[in-house]
């Protein structure tokens, strides 16, 4: 019989896997047993030394920062004790020292000195300076009034009892100015004969020790809790907890009184360990002291009875901390101790916890982690051991086998590593590293012909590759060549058709105007043969306005420059405004109109201006292509999966449509069909514009038709529009309320300013900086609010910004102008908003577009001198001949004298010898443009404030805008706003009030 070697290599390799698995299943069996014992335990007090080490170092750092604090006051009490009682030396010398280059983390300091020491003719002579969260220091003199002094503070006693001792950190509170948590170290001063002169101090933000905890918290995997002295609790994992609020600071922020770990474990029972651990420690240090020299328990008895705010418990730890028995560098000298929690407060799983003594300062810190975090070295060695011990078996295994199985598994794993890496470079798209990663051939056998058959279909894989992207790149670059064409394309369409709004614009002026013109003489010369044909060309030129406009709205739309204003819209009230505005329109063709909706459709957040005009659109268009008939307006609202939602339905009995004619109903520039347009015009761009606003409200607009029967468009719409998530800003008072409260005699006596924002940070930063500057702000959160404050206070000036829901500062201002009895007040606009109105700030008493609403124009010249003067004209600067005549013509009827300029340069030189009451003026002009003029023209120290009409069908770019900021007068930017420049704008808008007051502007 012949030797089968299949089946030898089967049995021997059986036997060579059995035997590495019992050796495996042996050795691991006793490395557990081991290191789930004595093991585990040695690996679990090592793990606890690391982190004894990592806790060592954290109060190593923290005690750093302590020192260096202790060592600024230091410095500052002995030269204080060595300068002359001057008061001009310290507030020289003082805040120079509690600068500290710098450091945020000191929140300020100052010297305290007895009583009469410093001053025999002062009880109190305190120099004290408090760091502004804009960083600077600011010196506060409300210790030297008249009230209660600081002489009983606690801090201030212990310096008193801390002569020839040590400095010595206060109990952690909150600062009554600023509303910071923090704590003061106390260093008393000496006078040269050595007596007690009273003490300097420094402060320090709790918020250091709360970021220095979260950082180590996290190395921990844990927390980091810090307590003072007397266990009052300086960092905690949830100050909510260690804290209760007794007042209000000056800046009326909360007012914190911290708890005790003991008060704290009161309430809470899962902390008692931390609590019963920073007692213990206490005790420890109480014991010490009792055998330090120079230590008596008098001390304890003089500082409780020297302050209210000092009980005896604290006076005892405090008198311990004076002694400090702890301050031999040996290692017995400090204290350390680990506990257990067995469910903690935070973490909810079994604890060990160290407390650790800082040097000098006496406070407690305390590191919590879980126990399987603290163990989880010994865990992971014995993982790691294993690991080892597997992959030594592993490669026995594994050489065993391959000895046995040499002939087979070598030849199959190259070609199976080759087999993977090719599948690796033809995912990776690396088809060319094909030819230079071939797979090698073992032989002849045919395991190598399989090889050579893979390595011939690999080389084809990869020519075929060589081929395909030849003639993606070729693509590609047809594509990009396409796309810059077509960005080209849209440039040069946006250019096109900016210039055109302009060219456009300037002769509708000209038409608009003079049809206007020759209307009022025809009026007044009573031939009323001509004023039909003349309402025509007026009614022509503003049918072309609206087309312009119409084009312009496509244009932003398809741009994306169309933007989105959300706010609260009651449902019925926009419905019955749309029904008084298109009444008279749905009427012309002798149509009804008829409204069906419920009294509870409630409201909708969406923006009001886009929903309208597409309803007028939508209600219009009905009413262009019915005749006789009637159109009817349903509105009704439904609950779905995603929310409720408004439908608009809009129903005629008009000419209607057919399919061909549906197909192609919202298409810009495009109407049914050209019967259609002939009969009855229009620019087919309403249903486009009305279709995308309602698109980008998140709805859409649907239409069903019957050609010679009617049609019916639906406008659906979420009750909730679209738009970016907004953090919602905490509650600011109420400008109503504000308006009633109480004032006091000394509010009383200062000038009123009502400042209207509805951003509570900016209200509260305008009111302390107004109040500081002798002003009593009047806030308000909404244009509503803020008038009624107006229209009740009477205030000296108004401050406001113009992006505000519901009623906006455009709408504010004019309601204050438009009022005799609050238009002399003047307003400041305090705004980050864009667009159009900016041209209304820009260095410019008001912004015209062209075509010119002459009222609008007489209007505005009427508010700026009441009274016009021949000797006082207005300068006209404008290119085009056509439209400077119109203005000529028609402010001389109003009683104006007139100058007339071409272009800027012209109007430069004229004004050599004129001194013009205003100017209008042109943006775009030839040799020099209205906005190098206006440069110009403000450079002219007589004419820094004339009043500047901007006249132009230009719109205002972000370019235009930055060419004109250098005029900007009466426009402070928010996110620029420099405080320190808001007081000279006011008092100059109060001038000038009292100016206009007296007489004329000249």
């Known amino acids: 019989m012949s030797h089968d070697p299949i089946k030898w290599y089967k049995r021997l390799g059986v036997l060579g896997t059995l035997l590495p698995l019992v050796v495996i299943a042996w050795l691991v069996a006793g490395i557990v047993l081991v290191m789930n014992t004595r093991g585990k335990q040695l690996v679990a007090q090592e793990s606890y030394r690391l982190i004894e080490q990592m806790g060592n170092d954290a109060v190593t750092s923290l005690h750093g920062r302590l020192r260096e604090i202790g060592a600024l006051n230091r410095s500052l009490a002995a030269a204080v004790g060595t300068l002359p009682r001057d008061r001009e030396a310290v507030m020289a010398l003082a805040p120079v020292m509690i600068e500290f280059g710098g450091d945020r983390g000191v929140a300020g300091g100052g010297v305290w000195p007895e009583p009469r020491r410093f001053d025999p003719a002062a009880e109190r002579a305190s120099f004290f300076w408090a760091r502004e969260p804009a960083g600077r220091l600011a010196f506060i003199d409300d210790y030297n009034q008249p009230g209660a002094g600081y002489h009983q503070e606690d801090w201030y006693v212990v310096g008193r009892h801390a002569m020839g001792k040590k400095g010595l950190w206060s109990r952690t509170y909150t600062d009554p100015y600023s509303g910071q948590p923090m704590v ?68 009326g922020r909360p007012q914190w009184e911290f708890l005790t770990i003991g008060e704290v474990a009161a309430a809470h029972p ?3 360990p931390l609590a019963d651990e920073a007692a213990a420690m206490n005790r420890e240090i109480l014991r010490r002291a009792a055998a330090a020299p120079g230590f008596t328990p008098d001390m304890a008895r003089q500082l409780a009875s020297d302050s209210a705010k000092i009980s005896g418990e604290d006076a005892a730890l405090l008198s311990a901390a004076l002694a400090d028995p702890l301050a031999r560098d040996d290692a017995g000298s400090q204290l350390f101790s680990t506990f257990k929690m067995k469910d903690d407060q935070w973490l909810g799983k079994p604890s060990v916890g160290f407390m650790f003594h800082v040097p000098d300062a006496y406070w407690k810190v305390a590191f919590v982690t879980s126990e399987a975090r603290a163990t989880a070295v010994a865990s992971h060695m014995v993982r790691l051991l294993m690991g080892y011990v597997i992959a030594t078996v592993v490669v026995i295994l594994a050489i065993a086998v391959w000895a046995l199985n040499r002939g087979l598994v070598r030849p199959l794993s190259v070609l199976t590593r080759a087999v993977e890496r090719t599948g690796e470079l033809v995912s990776a798209g690396r088809y060319k590293e094909l030819a230079d990663d071939p797979i090698p051939q073992p032989g002849k056998s045919e395991l190598g012909r399989l090889a050579a058959i893979f390595n011939s279909l690999t080389n084809r894989v990869r020519q075929e590759h060589v081929r395909l992207n030849e003639a993606v790149h070729a693509a590609t670059a047809d594509m990009q060549a396409a796309m810059e064409s077509a960005e080209n394309a849209n440039r040069a369409k946006s250019a096109f058709l900016a210039n055109m709004s302009h060219e456009l614009r300037t002769p509708m002026n000209a038409i608009i105007g003079y049809s206007e013109m020759l209307m009022e003489e025809a009026e007044d010369l009573g031939q009323e043969e001509f004023i039909p044909d003349l309402k025509k060309i007026h009614g022509a030129g503003k049918h072309l306005l609206g ?34 505005t298109v009444v008279p329109l749905v009427a012309k063709n002798g149509n009804n109109l008829k409204i069906n909706m419920p009294d509870d459709v409630g409201s909708i957040h969406s923006d009001l201006t886009k929903i309208r005009q597409t309803l007028f659109n939508l209600l219009s268009n009905a009413s262009k292509f019915t005749d006789q008939g009637l159109i009817e307006l349903t509105v009704t609202r439904t609950t779905g999966e995603t929310g409720d939602w408004l439908s608009f339905e809009v129903r005629d009995s008009g000419i209607g449509m057919n399919a061909e004619q549906l197909g192609k109903l919202f298409q810009s520039f495009t109407q049914a069909d050209a019967s259609t347009t002939r009969k009855y015009g229009g620019t087919g761009l309403g249903l486009a514009i009305s279709r995308k ?46 308006a009633a409260a109480v004032e006091d005699d000394e509010d009383a006596a200062r000038p009123v300013v009502v400042v209207i924002d509805d951003d509570p940070n900016a209200l509260d930063m305008m009111s302390r900086f107004l109040t500081r500057e002798g ?20 205030p000296v000036a108004v401050t406001t910004d113009i992006m505000m829901p519901g009623m ?35 260095g410019v008493a008001d912004f015209l577009s062209k075509p010119v609403d002459w009222r609008r124009l007489s209007s505005v010249l009427r508010k700026l001198d009441p009274h016009p003067r021949p000797e006082l004209p207005v300068l006209v600067v404008e290119d085009d001949p056509e439209i400077r005549e119109l203005l000529e013509r028609s402010l001389k009827r109003e009683g104006w004298g007139v100058v007339t300029a071409a272009n800027g340069r012209i109007a430069l030189d004229i004004l050599q010898s004129v001194e013009p009451a205003v100017v209008l003026l042109d943006l775009m002009m030839p040799e020099m443009d209205g906005f190098e003029f206006l440069a110009r023209f403000r450079l002219i120290d007589r004419f820094a404030r004339t009043p500047v009409i901007i ?30 420049e808001l ?12 100016a206009s007051a007296a007489g004329p502007r000249s």
């Open 951 to 980: 006249l132009t069908a230009k719109d205002l770019t972000q370019e235009d805008r930055q060419r004109l900021s250098g005029q900007v007068s009466d426009l402070i930017a928010k996110k620029s706003l420099v405080l320190g």
């Open 775 to 794: 002003f009593q702000p009047r806030t308000a959160t909404n244009g509503r609010d803020g008038l009624a404050l107006v229209r009740s206070c009477h």
């Open 547 to 580: 087309l312009i406009n119409d084009v312009l709205d496509i244009s932003k739309i398809e741009a994306g420059k169309m933007t989105v204003f959300c706010e609260p819209i009651d449902v019925a009230t926009m419905v019955r405004e749309v029904e008084g």
């Open 808 to 842: 906006d500062g455009w709408s504010v201002i004019s309601e204050i102008k438009g009022d005799p009895a609050l238009a002399h007040i003047p307003v400041l606009v305090v705004t980050i908003t864009s667009g159009r109105e900016m041209g209304l700030t820009l």
């Open 184 to 251: 003061t170290h106390t260093e008393p001063v000496a006078d040269a004969a050595g007596g007690f002169l009273g003490v300097t101090t420094v402060d320090l933000k709790i918020e250091g020790m709360e970021e220095f905890s979260a950082v180590w918290g996290g190395k921990i995997d844990g927390y980091v809790a810090i307590f003072d002295q007397t266990n009052r609790c300086l960092s905690f994992p949830d100050l909510s907890m260690a804290r209760r609020q007794v007042g209000q600071a000056v800046d």
């Open 693 to 738: 606003f309602s698109q980008m409200l998140g709805g859409d607009i649907t239409v069903t038709s019957v050609e010679g029967e009617g049609s019916t468009f639906t406008l659906r719409l979420p009750e909730r529009a679209p738009e970016p998530e907004a953090e919602v800003p905490p509650a600011a008072p109420d400008g109503t309320a504000a």
């Open 983 to 994: 007081l000279p704008r006011l008092r100059a808008s109060l001038d000038a009030d009292a």
């Open 270 to 272: 899962l902390v008692r």
